[in-house]
Antibody, heavy 115, light 113 residues
Framework: QVLLQESGPGLVKPSGTLSLTCTVS?????????WTWVRQPPGKGLDWIGE???????NYNPSLKSRVTISLDMSKNQFSLDLSSVTAADTAVYYC????????WGQGTLVTVSS | DIVMTQSPDSLAVSLGERATINCKSS????????????LTWYQQKPGQPPKVLIY???SRGSGVPDRFSGSGSGTDFTLTISSLQAEDVAVYYC?????????FGQGTRLEIK
């Protein structure tokens, strides 16, 4: 059973960069799956942020594309999310997930953007 | 972008009764080449990540009770709970991964009447 765990700061200042890491255990990140980030603002629905393949190919939500970078570290079995120029609207629970079908999810981590 | 629209936004059903949630996509999410529907249904309870209920529109996820079923193809899909249990109170989402960007329905809140 593949397990995913998000980690990173829970508080980020406005105009700063939100950086999160997803650690994958119980399986290798070096598979044909896409590795995905999804977020959920408090009390709201789910938003797809983007994905990365093992070759490093990425796809991003057009609404966030100018601010998002997703990267992969095979040696650590991790993938990461950087979101720049954050505002209060980026406050959300951030989830990492396996595959485009989002078969496995991490527990999520709340990131608050506030000064 | 493919827009996913769920109906209703909220639903109250008596214990033991049937609950039906609909999901309509603005474009097809079915592939004629693979003969698959790229549509998943999730259940989300407070403080928890979404849990896969139904994948490929009609296949039950691992450990999912058989009172949950999914149907549909093309642009119209349905999640049915045949006999509502107290533990089914949750928000339900549909999700398409036929094309990028991946998109979700807005969610349907299911409560006990």
């Amino acid at each position: 059973q593949v397990l995913l765990q998000e980690s990173g700061p829970g508080l980020v200042k406005p105009s700063g960069t939100l950086s999160l890491t997803c650690t994958v255990s119980g399986g290798s990140i070096n598979t044909n799956d896409w590795w995905t980030w999804v977020r959920q603002p408090p009390g709201k629905g789910l938003d797809w942020i983007g994905e990365i393949s093992r070759s490093g190919s990425t796809n991003y939500n057009p609404s966030l594309k100018s601010r998002v970078t997703i990267s992969l570290d095979m040696s650590k079995n991790q993938f990461s999310l950087d979101l720049s120029s954050v505002t209060a609207a980026d406050t959300a629970v951030y989830y990492c997930a396996r595959g485009r079908n989002l078969a496995n999810w991490g527990q999520g981590t709340l990131v608050t953007v506030s000064s | 972008d493919i827009v996913m629209t769920q109906s209703p936004d909220s639903l109250a059903v008596s214990l033991g009764e049937r609950a039906t949630i609909n999901c309509k996509s603005s474009q097809t999410v079915s592939s004629s080449s693979t003969n698959k529907n790229y549509l998943t249904w999730y259940q989300q309870k407070p403080g928890q990540p979404p849990k896969v209920l139904i994948y490929w529109a009609s296949s039950r996820g691992s450990g999912v009770p058989d009172r949950f079923s999914g149907s549909g193809s093309g642009t119209d899909f349905t999640l049915t709970i045949s006999s509502l249990q107290a533990e089914d109170v949750a928000v339900y989402y549909c999700h398409q991964y036929y094309s990028i960007p991946i998109t979700f329905g807005q969610g349907t809140r299911l409560e006990i009447k």
